[in-house]
Structures are given as structure tokens and as C-alpha cells.
Nanobody, 115 residues
Framework: QVQFVESGGGLVQPGGSLTLSCQVS????????MGWYRQAPGKQREFVAS???????AYVDSVQGRFTISRDNAKKTVTLQMNSLKPEDTAVYYC?????????WGQGTQVTVSS
């Protein structure tokens, strides 16, 4: 079983910043791909960012240059630093962990960007 502890969501004004954190309970964290997805009301869940075990990253075009994903293998933690937030970033953000032959999801944390 893989367990997640997600935190850092909340309400922020446009242009503000938030940092999401996800700690994963697994003995093979260093071998897995970590990512963040989000789902807005009435919309499909979409990919946001990912980081492999070497720290190589990928982002969806809409957050490129504003969001930064990073991981600490010793602490088994992945973070998503979100800057210059826009109302369209409002969504539930989900931590994703993909070890060989499996995929796991966190419970999600709400991010609301509104004035």
C-alpha cells in the first residue's frame, strides 16, 4: 500500500503564490515517477507537471515558467511551487506516483485563485 500526505492548498489572489507538498509512504520512492494533476469543476483531470527519479521535469504549456516541480528523495517528498497564479489555475490538485507496473493517487488539495 502507498499512502500520501498532501498539503499547501488554499485561497490566493491572482498573481499570488502557493506551494503544494506531497509526502509518499513507500520504500521505492527513488525509482518512481512523481507528478501533479489537477481537475477543475466540470472538467477532465489534466496533467500539470512531473519529475522522474533523476529530477528531470516536464510541464503542461499553460504553467510553463510559472510552476516548478521538485523532489527530495531522502524525505520522499515532491513539491509544486506555483507563482503568478491565475483564476484558471483553480482546481483540485492531485499528487501522482508511478512505480513500475502501478499508479497511485493522493486525495487531492483545493487551490482557489480569486479576488
Amino acid at each position: 500500500q502507498v499512502q500520501f500526505v498532501e498539503s499547501g492548498g488554499g485561497l490566493v489572489q491572482p498573481g499570488g503564490s502557493l506551494t503544494l507538498s506531497c509526502q509518499v509512504s513507500t520504500s521505492i520512492f527513488t525509482l518512481g515517477l512523481m507528478g501533479w494533476y489537477r481537475q477543475a469543476p466540470g472538467k477532465q483531470r489534466e496533467f500539470v507537471a512531473s519529475s522522474d527519479s533523476n529530477g528531470d521535469t516536464a510541464y503542461v504549456d499553460s504553467v510553463q515558467g510559472r510552476f516548478t516541480i521538485s523532489r527530495d528523495n531522502a524525505k520522499k517528498t515532491v513539491t509544486l511551487q506555483m507563482n503568478s497564479l491565475k483564476p484558471e489555475d483553480t482546481a483540485v490538485y492531485y499528487c501522482n506516483y508511478v512505480p513500475p507496473n502501478n499508479a497511485y493517487w493522493g486525495q487531492g488539495t483545493q487551490v482557489t485563485v480569486s479576488s
